[in-house]
């Protein structure tokens, strides 16, 4: 519990009752802030199941880097929307939602360490991003701010979510996650995949609906745009992952858009 202390002056008997109501609201708010444990909150799933034989319903088509280029400014950065509200450091930190508080704390005594880190907050879904990493694989939660409801993000690769981006407009955004090599299938059943959501004007994250996905074999992600409202552009590869200091970098790269559902 937090405690608001006041220094009452002895004769002004009008400021006192002031400050004694004003103590009273404040424990009362108090009492409704309780600790909770992250790791005790029931868990909910974005996407909850998908056809293993389904590799989704957005159609990809090829276009240029100049094409890309121009329209990615469509685009709004992942950094831009969020909020990076709390600064934790390497023990841990701490995030408070309208009901609770909760504090976070990281194991670095060996090679499996579990590690906590705050990415942000997301005011058009009204939540907290919050990404852990144990025993060698990351995973990507939402915590939403008034419900202390827990969801996590799609994503079936040991480094967690690659992007999460808004639409122009705010109504749509997408998660999107990938492998960086052909040889996905020692692995994993997809190489990259990428789930479009649509934000309803009113409710929680239990009602976000997923109206396309993808769950593609032949290409690695390398970065995904909108490049319209209801357009997706990615950069992909085809081989390993092109050298980042190569001369001939973007040689090894490929660009692809497609229109999601309405």
Partial sequence: MLWNIYILPKKEKGFKLLCILLLSLSLFKSEGQSNQDFNNLPLY??????????????????????????ERSYSTPFKQNIENKYQGNKEGFVLRTE????????????????????VGFLRLLNCHIINHCAEGSCSDYLLEYTTDQKFLLPCSYDGGVQSLSFSPSGRLFFVSSSYDGPDYDSFYNYRSEIYVFQIPDK????????????LLTQWSIEEVHWLDENVLGLKVYTGNRPPSESADEQKGYSYLKAHCSN
């Fill in 203 to 214: 409710g929680n994250l239990e009602n976000l609906r997923l109206i396309d996905f993808s």
């Fill in 99 to 118: 009901k609770s508080t909760f504090h976070f704390w990281n194991d670095t005594t060996d090679a499996y360490s579990s590690i906590f880190q705050y």
């Fill in 45 to 70: 799933f974005l996407v909850d199941s998908l056809p293993e034989q389904d590799s989704g319903n957005l159609d990809f088509i090829s276009i240029t880097e100049t094409e890309y280029n121009r």
